[in-house]
């Protein structure tokens, strides 16, 4: 079945750690996308990607890193810098954004805490 | 600007009620909406959209219609069931920012039976 995957599911991290989020598509989908969910809030764009080894910020990219080496995989590195982490990390991806109307598919998310 | 209105929730139904969500957007240009549905702990699902002004999008007894004079995209369901109960998000896509989507706050609905 073809699908977007995040892992882990839950994540904790101790303060001034860097941590890693994964997300892989098998959707052959050319963007992908990073958010972060708060509660009582909309979802807030982090990064995005339309092509490999090209990607731009979003409205919230400060003390957030990612990468598009391959197609399939957008990875999210939270880090120190990132002053309130805690939050629910969503993963999304779509056809060539070139033209209107086509929906993003997201992924299980990840919870992530900062102890 | 591009932005995202949703009614507040949360908002308690009984069983077979009707709903309404309301939605209204701002946006420069004609975008395309989106109605996603997020059950809990779990990603969101696109639950329907419409691309240009008077579609009606439907799925699962859900309905909302684009109207571009009012710049609204409300949510309806004649009949609620208890597996209804989840959030609900109301989405532009806009081409003017690159087809990038803006999300609503969201709303939590809860059905009683």
């Known amino acids: 079945d073809g699908g977007i995957t995040q892992s882990p599911k839950y994540l904790f991290r101790k303060e001034g750690q860097n941590v890693t989020l994964s997300c892989e598509q098998n959707l052959n989908h050319d963007a992908m996308y990073w958010y972060r969910q708060d509660p009582g809030q909309g979802l807030r764009l982090i990064y995005y990607?339309?092509?490999?080894?090209?990607?731009q910020k979003g409205d919230i990219a400060e003390g957030y890193s990612v990468s598009r080496e391959k197609k399939e995989s957008f990875p999210l590195t939270v880090t120190s810098a990132q002053k309130n982490p805690t939050a629910f990390y969503l993963c999304?991806?779509?056809?060539?954004?070139?033209?209107?109307?086509?929906?993003?598919?997201f992924g299980p998310g990840t919870r992530l805490t900062v102890l | 600007g591009n932005s995202v209105t949703q009614m507040e929730g949360p908002v308690t139904l009984s069983e077979e009620a009707f709903l309404t969500i309301n939605c209204t957007y701002t946006?420069?240009?004609?975008?395309?909406l989106f109605w996603y549905v997020q059950y809990p702990g779990e990603g969101l699902q696109l639950l329907l959209k419409?691309?240009?002004?008077?579609d009606k999008g439907s799925n699962k007894g859900f309905e909302a219609t684009y109207r571009k004079e009012t710049t609204s995209f409300h949510l309806e369901k004649g009949s609620v069931q208890v597996s209804d109960s989840a959030v609900y998000f109301c989405?532009?896509?806009?081409?003017?920012?690159?087809?990038?989507?803006?999300f609503g706050t969201g709303t939590s609905l809860t059905v009683i039976p």
């Open positions: 419409a691309t240009k002004a008077d």
């Open positions: 990607s339309q092509i490999v080894n090209d990607f």
């Open positions: 999304a991806s779509s056809m060539t954004p070139l033209a209107g109307g086509r929906e993003q598919f």
């Open positions: 989405a532009l896509q806009s081409v003017n920012t690159g087809n990038q989507f803006y």
């Open positions: 946006a420069t240009g004609y975008p395309s």
